[in-house]
């Protein structure tokens, strides 16, 4: 039966993997689902755990999963993480027969592979920076020291937690790039590749669709913090926050970039034998002459899913399940909370670096009972019934508000609620929507 033809009567039983904040936010939203009877989630995380079914399963082990969602019944599995999405879940489980939502191990090398994707973008015509790849890092100098003098972006080609993209203001730094990834394997194999490509100067912009391969459903763009410090300093991080929507994009910007990135991309996709369905992300940044593709990813963003699944008001588990059954066409236009989100990441002592975990949280329950608050969780655990730190992003702090100040404002009174041994976050999050919308 597909997804148009459901009542509210038939409930389903949903899997979510991953046990990060996107994945708290995916747990809270199919939870509101009138066709959804039970969410698990594997391995979840303190604040799954008050909201869902947690699951001593790690998001790698297939084979345990598999055996899981049969012996649950589980209708559906939504992947969070990029991981298992770029290690083949997706062919797992429909091997076994089993309904989910993500790209296949060859869709997904859309975003594991830096040179597939650029190599792609030129093959679709979508506006995109200059760039060269390189197998080894002797080829990648000696193309720099013919270079001029001038800012780069060093990449190296595989995964790397966000990590793997050091943007450089001379060809020094551009050197010391790939000697650190091509030579010091600082991201393992992910940097066995590399690319170089020119630096583009703008700000940057999130827009994340869900298609099913032919239709496409456009989601309203976020704007992500991924440097560690406020006023974008210091090291960068798999997210310090975000808010939606961004007002940089406007509704006809929007749409253009659906037409000249989002539809060219798909069609690329189908073209190469890589049909692609799930959440398609594009890492953009607003430049002089347009927008143009910084990278792809897979996958919901995190922080940028928190923001966006506070705003949506209509049901995630039939949009994704229409997905899934090739049925996007029959979703109506998506419902929205007029009101802005904004998201801020509260982290760890030493994030992105060394950092240290099992420290007790106090004041969540407090901050909870704000008025059009949500903290989800992105690192936490229980131990002894005491939920602890135990990641490097431990909390999203997410609120709605009457405008994006009012929204911050929101989001950082929840903040001062909540306290733990060397807690600390950006205080400026959403600072450029606010001084753009002045």
């Given at each position: 039966m597909n997804s148009s033809e459901m009542t509210s009567s038939e409930k389903r039983n949903v899997l979510v993997i991953g046990n990060g904040g996107r994945e708290h936010a995916l747990v809270w939203k199919l939870g509101q689902s009138a066709h959804v009877d039970r969410v698990f989630v594997a391995p979840g995380n303190a604040g799954t755990a008050a909201e869902a079914h947690n699951?001593?399963?790690?998001?790698?082990d297939f084979p345990a999963l598999i055996e899981f969602a049969r012996e649950n019944r589980v209708a559906l599995t939504v992947v969070g993480p990029e991981a298992p999405l770029a290690a083949g879940i997706v062919d797992a489980f429909q091997a076994a027969g089993l309904r989910i939502f993500g790209p296949t191990k060859a869709a997904a090398e859309l975003e594991a592979s830096k040179v597939f994707c650029k190599n792609l973008l030129r093959s679709a015509n979508v506006p995109t920076a200059e760039y060269h790849t390189f197998n080894n890092a002797n080829e990648a100098l000696r193309f720099l020291e013919a270079r001029d003098d001038v800012p780069l972006v060093v990449k190296a080609d595989g995964l790397a937690a966000g990590k793997g993209v050091i943007v450089c203001d001379n060809r020094q730094q551009a050197i010391d790039a790939v000697e650190l990834i091509a030579r010091q394997k600082a991201f393992g194999a992910a940097g066995d590749r590399l690319v170089i490509e020119e630096r583009l100067h703008?700000?940057?912009?999130?827009?994340?669709?869900?298609?099913?391969?032919?239709?496409?459903l456009t989601l309203p763009p976020a704007q992500d913090h991924k440097p560690a410090y406020d006023g974008d300093t210091g090291?960068?991080?798999?997210?310090?926050?975000?808010?939606?929507?961004?007002?940089?994009?406007?509704?006809?910007?929007?749409?253009?970039?659906?037409?000249h990135v989002l539809v060219p991309t798909v069609?690329?996709?189908r073209r190469a034998k890589r049909p692609f369905r799930g959440v398609l992300y594009a890492g953009l940044m607003i430049t002089n002459q347009g927008p143009k593709v910084l990278e792809f990813n897979v996958r919901f963003g995190d922080p940028e899913c928190q923001p966006?699944?506070?705003?949506?008001?209509?049901?995630?588990?039939?949009?994704?399940?229409?997905?899934?059954?090739?049925?996007?066409?029959?979703?109506?236009?998506?419902?929205?909370?007029?009101?802005?989100?904004?998201?801020?990441?509260?982290?760890?002592?030493?994030?992105?670096?060394?950092?240290?975990?099992?420290?007790p949280i106090r004041g969540l329950e407090e901050a909870q009972q704000l008025p059009d608050v949500k903290v989800f969780h992105s690192g936490?655990?229980?131990?002894?019934g005491q939920v602890v730190s135990a990641g490097g992003r431990v909390l999203s702090v997410t609120a709605l508000g009457e405008n994006?100040?009012?929204?911050?404002?929101?989001?950082?009174r929840a903040v001062k609620c909540i306290r733990w041994q060397g807690a600390w976050c950006r205080k400026d999050i959403a600072d450029k929507a606010i001084k753009y919308a002045q």
């Open positions: 699951v001593p399963i790690q998001a790698t703008g700000q940057e912009a999130s827009v994340m669709a869900i298609t099913d391969g032919q239709t496409i090291p960068n991080t798999g997210g310090m926050g975000a808010y939606c929507p961004a007002p940089l994009v406007s509704d006809q910007m929007l749409q253009w970039i659906e037409e069609h690329a996709m966006v699944l506070m705003r949506l008001q209509s049901d995630l588990f039939q949009i994704l399940d229409a997905a899934v059954h090739n049925r996007l066409d029959s979703v109506g236009p998506l419902r929205w909370d007029p009101r802005p989100a904004v998201c801020v990441v509260m982290a760890s002592e030493g994030y992105p670096g060394k950092y240290t975990t099992g420290h936490t655990a229980l131990q002894d994006i100040a009012n929204a911050k404002f929101n989001a950082y």
